[in-house]
């Protein structure tokens, strides 16, 4: 059995912000431009610090959701991160700050969630494959962090 036909949200009836209801999902420009580009006039999207930001026009799912994922295998970084997702991202100089979180209704959350520190290597994974390896990477779990993690953000955001 494959990835494909093992994938727990095959049997999920919710609307989360997930491929049924394609809200703010984050990728590299590679990913964009690999899977998405072609469905633009389907998706509303947002440009920033070379990440691109879609989400489906008029709550629609995914474009490639049809009642399973049909690149399952090769989907994007925070879609195999999921229920993880990312959350702020800031670029200070080469410094890239990028947090991640849990907070979904997913009913198949705790089921699906992996551990901490492998989705810690897979929002690094993003960072690098979308700013390249010149930049210093600060990936921290918005869970443990915060009130700080807003706080760092307010002060760069006054010094730059």
């Known amino acids: 059995m494959n990835e494909y036909t093992e994938n727990r949200c095959n049997g999920c009836s919710t609307?989360?912000?997930?491929?049924?209801n394609l809200t703010s999902l984050r990728?590299?420009?590679?990913?964009?431009?690999?899977?998405?580009?072609?469905?633009r006039a389907a998706l509303i999207v947002r440009e920033t610090y070379g990440i691109y930001i879609i989400s489906a026009k008029k709550g629609?799912?995914?474009?490639?959701?049809?009642?399973?994922?049909?690149i399952y295998?090769?989907?994007p970084i925070e879609c195999r991160l999921y229920p993880y997702t990312i959350g702020n991202l800031w670029k200070w100089r080469r410094h890239v700050f990028i947090t991640f979180h849990s907070r979904t209704k997913c009913p198949f959350k705790e089921?699906?969630?992996?551990?901490?520190?492998?989705?810690?290597?897979m929002v690094a994974e993003f960072t690098e494959e979308a700013f390249g390896n010149g930049c210093m990477q600060h990936v921290y779990?918005?869970?443990?962090?915060?009130?700080?993690i807003s706080k760092i953000r307010g002060f760069f955001r006054r010094i730059a």
């Open 73 to 75: 295998e090769k989907r």
């Open 15 to 20: 609307n989360q912000h997930c491929c049924r």
């Open 111 to 121: 089921s699906l969630l992996i551990p901490q520190d492998k989705a810690e290597k």
């Open 141 to 148: 779990n918005e869970v443990l962090l915060p009130g700080l």
């Open 60 to 70: 629609q799912s995914c474009p490639y959701w049809d009642g399973a994922c049909r």
């Open 27 to 39: 990728l590299t420009g590679s990913e964009y431009f690999d899977h998405f580009a072609d469905y």
